[in-house]
């Protein structure tokens, strides 16, 4: 158990577990927090399986957790890695379950005077016209071949089916199509989990919300992605369904005998893996890219019923219900990207596991009129608290491979939350704090709520004062739609 006495402060924010700490330790571990998030690191094993993941083969840098860190499947969530090609490793549990689980804003020209009367209709459609809960169907059912393109083009397919606009794209991580993807690697099981899920909320933490811009950090930036106080937005955080899912636990068991075969020695059979040069680690490469672009379509499709029900909710009430997209997040992925370790770039197999991308100012890789500010990044709340918008900085690009938090974190585990938290007596609260709210079920609704997590402000204030993310704008919850 890692201990207080095991590390040092490095920094406000910064925190280090050295490499002499373990024998089989490969690079130091590193994780942001402050001293009352500090505390609560206790409550589970993530920082044992922050040092776990630093015993990867071809590590580099330091293994890396945020601040939202909790317990997880082999890595802990919050935490990021980054591996040296061709001969580190690739690993499905520095990916997770729900590959590409991720976040999209989207903004509207609308304040919350304007919607105020309506909003409660508008929650009522949003909740009719997206689908949510485990296992639910969408509108949308694929033949095999469509879904194929679904995974080999994930939102480039949609915009092909006129659900989706060019600034879409171009505003989504990847422009929403991760390439290399391969839809043959993904399994019969996972392709029939998947025909009917596009377009779907799901359960658990996932949601749609109606959100305020209730305080602006930084006008300017704030004006370069389109949002202004007292403006109306939506937030989608989805992932991949029970397509994702699958392939995860396809990989994972083949990996379990491609660690023997590699002659790897891990401390958690969690953590299995293969180079990602090898047969076994390209095939669940281009079968996560394929996950990975399931779920970009998903969240688009999602964003195209969102537009219908604004449409639905306020055409003829307000005078301008256009909804226009900000930007589109992955925080469960591993992407090949090329960074900076000890003063030479290398290219990394980046695993980021409940982490958000951040590339600062001047990254390439981000749409023109955010390559100034850096890229958009979305740390959602729970419901009754608020949510961010944040900057990548340049800090974060040459400290965390370009990485920092993606949410609040649990201090609780769902199970706990159910026996402690009643879901009709959470649903009352939340109304009265002008929040209306669509459950899936009370029991879910339990699960998820602000009890069960960190401190989202505090969270972001660590972020934004380790300088590996900068505040933009605070959003606060109007309506929420739980799967």
């Known amino acids: 158990m890692v201990a207080n006495q095991t590390f040092e402060q490095i920094g406000k924010y910064v925190f280090e577990i050295p490499r002499t700490f373990r024998a089989d330790m490969r690079v130091p571990a590193r994780f942001f927090a402050d001293k009352p998030l500090l505390a609560m690191l206790q409550n589970d094993k993530c920082l044992d399986q922050l040092v776990n993941t630093a015993t990867l083969p071809g590590a580099v840098g330091y293994a890396l957790a945020m601040p939202d860190i909790h317990q997880g499947y082999g890595f802990p969530i919050g935490g990021v890695v980054a591996t040296q090609l061709p001969d580190g490793v690739i690993s499905p549990g520095g990916v997770g379950y729900d590959i590409n689980c991720g976040v999209r804003l989207l903004g509207t020209h609308l304040e919350r005077t304007e919607i105020a009367p309506h909003l409660d209709n ?32 994930g939102a480039q397919w949609a915009r092909k089916k006129g659900l989706a606009t060019d600034m879409d794209l171009q505003r989504t991580e990847e422009n929403g199509c991760l390439a290399g993807a391969d839809a043959d690697k993904v399994s019969p099981r996972a392709k029939t989990r998947g025909f009917n899920q596009v377009g779907t909320l799901g359960a658990g933490n996932h949601f749609i919300e109606v959100d305020v811009v209730d305080k602006v950090f930084d006008p300017k930036t704030a004006g370069a992605f389109g949002l202004f106080a007292g403006q109306i937005v939506v937030q989608i955080h989805c992932g991949s369904r029970g397509l994702g899912h699958q392939v995860c636990g396809d990989y994972v068991k083949q990996f379990q005998k491609a660690v023997h075969q590699y002659g790897y020695k891990l401390p958690d059979r969690e953590l299995v893996c293969a180079p990602v040069s090898s047969r076994e680690g390209q095939d669940y490469l281009a079968a996560m890219k394929a996950a990975a672009n399931y779920a970009f379509a998903n969240r688009q499709v999602l964003t195209h019923h969102i537009r219908r029900s604004f449409e639905q909710a306020l ?104 026996k402690m938290i009643r879901g009709a007596q959470l649903r009352e609260e939340l109304e009265k704090q002008g929040i209306h709210i669509r459950p899936g079920s009370l029991s879910g609704l339990a699960e998820e709520a602000p009890a069960a997590y960190k401190d989202v402000n505090r969270v972001v204030d660590v972020v934004h004062g380790a300088g590996i993310a900068a505040k933009v704008a605070r959003l606060a919850p109007l309506a929420v739609i739980k799967g």
């Open 315 to 418: 055409a003829g009430k307000v005078d301008n219900h256009h909804v226009f997209q900000v930007y589109d997040i992955a925080h469960n992925m591993a992407k090949i990207e090329e960074h900076e370790v000890d003063g030479r770039a290398v290219k990394v197999c980046v695993h980021r596991k409940g982490a958000t991308r951040a590339f600062g100012p001047g990254s390439p890789e981000l749409p023109p009129e955010y390559r100034r500010t850096g890229q958009p990044v979305l740390v959602p709340g729970s419901m009754g608290t608020a949510s961010w918008v944040l900057a990548g900085t340049r800090d974060a690009m040459t400290r965390t491979f370009g990485s920092t938090c993606h949410g609040a974190g649990r201090t609780m585990s769902r199970k706990k939350a159910k």
């Open 122 to 153: 508008l929650a009522t459609v949003l909740n009719v016209n997206c689908p949510s809960g485990v296992g639910r169907g969408g509108h949308l059912r694929l033949s095999a071949g469509e879904l194929d393109r679904v995974l080999q083009n």
